[in-house]
T-cell receptor, first 115, second 111 residues
Framework: SQTIHQWPATLVQPVGSPLSLECTVE??????LYWYRQAAGRGLQLLFY????GQISSEVPQNLSASRPQDRQFILSSKKLLLSDSGFYLC???WGSGSTNEKLFFGSGTQLSVL | GEDVEQSLFLSVREGDSSVINCTYT??????LYWYKQEPGAGLQLLTY?????DMKQDQRLTVLLNKKDKHLSLRIADTQTGDSAIYFC???????????FGTGTRLTIIP
């Protein structure tokens, strides 16, 4: 069976510090991978998605970047965090190209507080 | 772009039925989903419906789809305290790589 791991669960960082959130998927190959952000009192905003190694699509311009160094690894980064980067970050996956686009599966999330 | 809308809050007495509503704008939507998010956790897929269906029932959950009005609802029968969560509506299109989510509806159960 497939599982998705996301860490850390919580993170408190000062403004201007770097960020690295990691997400890995097990039990499947060539998944689509996603980073979402859920700001307090708001819905989910898609930040990045990836359909393959080294392929990153950005949905909104921002202070963040994403990388996919391996098939089942997705990393969310920032060189200098802003206060507005605070939020709940969710990694997700679904089956890759050739399959119907359905059923996103989510990790347990990372609560990021930038102070 | 796609727009998915939900009410932000709903309060229901324990034992009553909860009905959470969602409207969307994308007429190309193929799949429509309901996700549940408990405090501090990720999203859990509850149920989904294909756009060529009108209704889907799964134990206490009933999904109704009015494709003409682009209206989706989730009915939870005999609502329990464990149903307290944020419920997200989402829509997806065949061939696309993404789902579009509503803002979520926070369901509060009144004892």
């Amino acid at each position: 069976s497939q599982t998705i791991h996301q860490w850390p669960a919580t993170l408190v960082q000062p403004v201007g510090s770097p960020l690295s959130l990691e997400c890995t998927v097990e039990g499947t190959s060539n998944p689509n991978l996603y980073w979402y952000r859920q700001a307090a009192g708001r819905g989910l905003q898609l930040l990045f998605y990836s359909v393959g190694i080294g392929q990153i699509s950005s949905e909104v311009p921002q202070n963040l970047s994403a990388s996919r160094p391996q098939d089942r690894q997705f990393i969310l980064s920032s060189k200098k965090l802003l206060l507005s980067d605070s939020g709940f970050y969710l990694c997700a996956w679904n089956w890759g190209s050739g399959s119907t686009n359905e059923k996103l599966f989510f990790g347990s999330g990372t609560q990021l507080s930038v102070l | 772009g796609e727009d998915v809308e939900q009410s932000l809050f709903l309060s229901v007495r324990e034992g009553d039925s909860s009905v959470i509503n969602c409207t969307y704008t994308d007429s190309s939507s193929t799949y429509l989903y309901w996700y549940k998010q408990e405090p501090g956790a990720g999203l859990q897929l509850l149920t989904y419906i294909f756009s060529n269906m009108d209704m889907k029932q799964d134990q206490r959950l009933t999904v109704l789809l009015n494709k003409k009005d682009k209206h989706l609802s989730l009915r939870i029968a005999d609502t329990q305290t464990g149903d307290s969560a944020i419920y997200f509506c989402a829509e997806g299109e065949r061939g696309a790589n993404n789902l579009f989510f509503g803002t979520g509806t926070r369901l509060t159960i009144i004892p």
